[in-house]
């Protein structure tokens, strides 16, 4: 199992949202030069970076401080939030990140989805938040009617290859994961599936490895540290 740790910034600082509600905002960790610092000597595989200030806006908020995190990461960064635009895709990309994951936009603009797709096929990802098994955008604050088996097909049509899924409700609560959500996504499309919400120890991480998702975002549970990057959990 591969962890992802995360480290999610409002105004360029390390915080975690519960259930997605921006109300319920907790700062956790150190500044985010010294989060990553610290992910890195951990052993972090690839770290994810969100930019909730651009989930929310539509405009990559803190484009300036996730590249410069990139540029001095010797830990592949994987990003998401308020990527909008190939211009976007492109910055992030020449900044040193290895995957851009694309939500709201992948749902509301297939033209930029298929441009960045046959442009950076390699670096694409897509984010699917679901609450109640519907899709989420705009930061996790507007909910659409679309089904997120049905999204996931259709993203897999137009060639995605890595889909991060994240069952809202879970996120941010140390709950565990919603295994059933995860296997049914998991078994209905080839894509690589990557666990999100919710995963507060070895169990879950255990728990998803065995439906077969092989890469988990770990974010609350990482600065609580009852899951750690060398030795597993507590």
Same mark, same amino acid.
């Given at each position: 199992?591969?962890? /992802?740790?995360?480290? #999610?910034?409002?105004?360029?600082?390390?915080? %975690? /949202?519960? !259930?997605g509600?921006?109300?319920?905002?907790?700062?956790?960790?150190?500044?985010?030069?010294?989060?990553?610092?610290?992910?890195?000597?951990?052993?972090a595989?690839?770290?994810?970076?969100?930019?909730?200030?651009?989930? %929310?806006?539509?405009?990559?908020?803190?484009?300036?401080?996730?590249?410069?995190?990139? %540029?001095?990461?010797?830990?592949?960064?994987?990003?998401?939030?308020?990527?909008?635009?190939?211009?976007?895709?492109? *910055?992030?990309?020449?900044?040193?990140?290895?995957?851009?994951?694309?939500? =709201?936009?992948? /749902?509301?603009?297939? =033209?930029?989805?298929? !441009? *960045?797709?046959?442009?950076?096929?390699?670096?694409?990802?897509?984010?699917? #938040?679901?609450? #109640?098994?519907?899709?989420?955008v705009?930061?996790?604050? =507007?909910? =659409?009617?679309?089904?997120?088996?049905?999204? *996931?097909?259709?993203?897999?049509?137009?060639?995605?290859r890595?889909?991060?899924?994240?069952?809202?409700?879970?996120?941010?609560?140390? !709950?565990?994961?919603?295994?059933?959500?995860? !296997?049914?996504?998991?078994?209905?499309?080839?894509?690589?599936?990557?666990?999100?919400?919710g995963?507060?120890?070895?169990?879950?991480?255990? *728990?998803?490895?065995?439906?077969?998702?092989?890469?988990?975002?770990?974010?609350?549970?990482?600065?609580?540290?009852?899951?750690?990057?060398?030795?597993?959990?507590?």
């Amino acid at each position: 199992m591969k962890i /992802l740790p995360a480290m #999610d910034l409002i105004d360029g600082k390390c915080v %975690r /949202l519960y !259930q997605g509600d921006f109300n319920q905002t907790t700062q956790v960790g150190s500044d985010p030069e010294s989060q990553l610092k610290n992910f890195i000597e951990d052993g972090a595989e690839i770290i994810h970076i969100v930019d909730l200030d651009g989930a %929310r806006s539509g405009n990559p908020e803190q484009l300036e401080l996730i590249s410069k995190l990139s %540029r001095s990461s010797t830990a592949p960064i994987q990003v998401g939030g308020g990527i909008r635009s190939i211009e976007t895709v492109k *910055a992030y990309i020449e900044a040193g990140v290895e995957r851009v994951v694309l939500g =709201t936009a992948a /749902l509301q603009d297939e =033209t930029f989805l298929k !441009q *960045a797709l046959e442009n950076y096929p390699e670096n694409i990802v897509i984010g699917i #938040d679901a609450r #109640d098994e519907k899709v989420a955008v705009s930061g996790w604050e =507007t909910e =659409t009617d679309v089904d997120y088996i049905e999204f *996931a097909k259709k993203m897999e049509q137009l060639g995605v290859r890595r889909i991060v899924f994240t069952d809202i409700s879970k996120d941010g609560t140390m !709950q565990g994961p919603n295994l059933l959500q995860l !296997q049914k996504i998991n078994e209905a499309v080839n894509c690589e599936i990557v666990a999100s919400g919710g995963i507060r120890n070895q169990a879950d991480l255990d *728990a998803i490895s065995e439906i077969g998702i092989t890469e988990a975002i770990v974010g609350k549970a990482m600065y609580e540290g009852t899951i750690k990057l060398r030795g597993g959990a507590l």
